[in-house]
C-alpha cells in the first residue's frame, strides 16, 4: 500500500509536519509506550498520521492535510505505558484521549480542528463524534491500525524503515 506513486505523493506533506512533531521533548517517552501487541506508541501514530492522508489523498477528501497529520501524530499523546493499569486496556480506552490532548496542548500550539482529532479519536467508546473530516478520518484510521497492529507480527516495518531513513528518530 505504501508503494512507489502512494509513497511519493504523500511524503513531502507527512515529513514536513513529522519534523515538528519529532521535535517535541517526550519523543522519547512515546516509543517506550507499548500500543497494540507488537508496537510502540510513536509506530502506531506514525501509521495512523501516513494512512490518514493517504485516505484522504486518494479519494479526493477536502480536508487540511496539516491539522490531519498534527491530529493524527499527537492522538495518542498520553505517554503512559497501558500497561501500567495492571494489564487492563479496557479504562486506557475512556481515558487517554484527554491526556493526549493535554499533553500536546502543552507542547504545541493546537488549534480546534487538532484537538478534536485527539479527544474524539476513540469514539465510540467515547460517546462524542469528532466534529471535523480530519477526526473523522484519524478515527477510522485509528481502529483500522489498531486492528492491523493486534494481527501482525511486524506492523509497518517497511513503512518505518523508509520513514526512519530520510529521519531518524532519536
Do not use: W
Request: hydrophobic residues 40%; contains cysteine; aromatic residues 8%.
Amino acid at each position: 500500500m505504501m508503494q512507489g506513486k502512494n509513497y511519493a505523493e504523500v511524503m513531502p506533506q507527512f515529513q514536513a509536519v513529522y519534523n515538528v512533531v519529532l521535535g517535541g521533548e517526550n519523543l522519547g517517552r512515546m516509543l517506550a509506550c507499548k500500543q497494540h501487541k507488537n508496537c510502540n506508541c510513536l509506530e502506531h501514530s506514525i501509521a495512523v498520521a501516513y494512512f490518514s492522508l493517504l485516505i484522504a489523498s486518494r479519494f479526493k477528501i477536502k480536508c487540511s492535510r496539516s491539522r490531519l497529520l498534527r491530529g493524527a501524530l499527537l492522538h495518542d499523546y498520553h505517554l503512559s505505558d497501558r500497561r501500567g493499569d495492571n494489564g487492563s486496556s479496557f479504562r486506557h480506552g475512556f481515558s487517554h484521549a484527554k491526556a493526549a490532548l493535554k499533553n500536546a496542548n502543552t507542547e504545541f500550539a493546537l488549534d480546534l480542528v487538532e484537538q478534536d482529532a485527539i479527544l474524539h479519536h476513540m469514539f465510540p467508546m467515547n460517546p462524542i463524534p469528532p466534529r471535523y473530516k480530519e477526526g473523522v478520518i484519524v478515527c477510522i484510521v485509528d481502529k483500522i491500525c489498531a486492528v492491523y497492529e493486534a494481527t501482525s507480527a511486524r506492523p509497518y516495518r517497511k513503512l518505518l524503515e523508509r520513514i526512519y531513513r530520510s529521519t531518524p528518530v532519536l
